[in-house]
């Protein structure tokens, strides 16, 4: 059953503390998405990545967020150090290069207190 | 800057009757468009889309309406079931400049039995 796994799924940290998602995209899939749930804005582009190469990280704060991609299995999203407005869900998806849909992972809960 | 918009934070039905859920866009590039559903604590899950060749795309309950002069598009379901009620998520791709997937605010669909 292929499906796009993120862990933690909950994670509570301090302010001023690194924290570090992670996300094994569906095999063979070669485009790969981070995205922030919020009420106002409701699923913000963070970044994204094709082959492994980063196409655009505009969404990001660049001052403490960075995505990146170690290997075709994972995509990591890094936030230090984290502030309380960080705090929200965090998605990965994959998806082929043309592709039709892209399949989600579960979601990363960040609490920053 | 929203490229994509849903100006209905919530829509609310009664069983068996239509949902409507509305879509705005503003890049006249985009040529792919997606709904997604999202139930709570899950990630969103693809349900329909439709391309910019097409005016109008039906699965089952859901069609998809796509008025390309109006920059609009919207999900029809009919008939409704208390089982549709979740958040909503239009997006929308421009694949020939590398398919960035934007997506909108969402629309809180509760039906009522």
């Known amino acids: 059953d292929a499906r796009v796994t993120q862990t933690p799924r909950h994670k509570v940290t301090e302010m001023g503390q690194e924290v570090t998602m992670r996300c094994q995209p569906i095999?063979?899939?070669?485009?790969v998405f981070w995205y922030r749930q919020t009420m106002m804005q409701g699923l913000e582009l963070l970044a994204y990545?094709?082959?492994?190469?980063?196409?655009?990280d505009s969404g990001m704060p660049k001052d403490r967020f960075s995505a990146e991609m170690p290997d075709a299995t994972l995509a990591t999203l890094k936030i230090q150090p984290s502030e309380p407005r960080d705090s929200a869900v965090y998605f990965c998806a994959s998806g082929l290069q043309g592709f039709t849909e892209a399949f989600f992972g579960q979601g990363t809960r960040l609490t920053v207190v | 800057d929203q490229q994509v918009k849903q100006n209905s934070p919530s829509l609310s039905v009664q069983e068996g009757r239509i949902s409507i859920l509305n879509c705005d866009y503003t890049?006249?590039?985009?040529?792919?468009f997606l709904w997604y559903k999202k139930y709570p604590a899950e990630g969103p899950t693809f349900l329909i889309s439709i391309s910019s060749i097409k005016d109008k795309n039906e699965d089952g309950r859901f069609t998809v309406f796509l008025n390309k002069s109006a920059k609009h598009l919207s999900l029809h379901i009919v008939p409704s079931q208390p089982g549709d009620s979740a958040v909503y998520f239009c997006a929308a791709s421009a694949r020939n400049q590398g398919g960035k997937l934007i997506f909108g605010q969402g629309t809180e669909l509760s039906v009522k039995p």
């Open positions: 095999l063979g899939h070669n485009t």
């Open positions: 890049n006249s590039m985009f040529d792919y």
């Open positions: 990545f094709r082959n492994r190469a980063p196409l655009d």
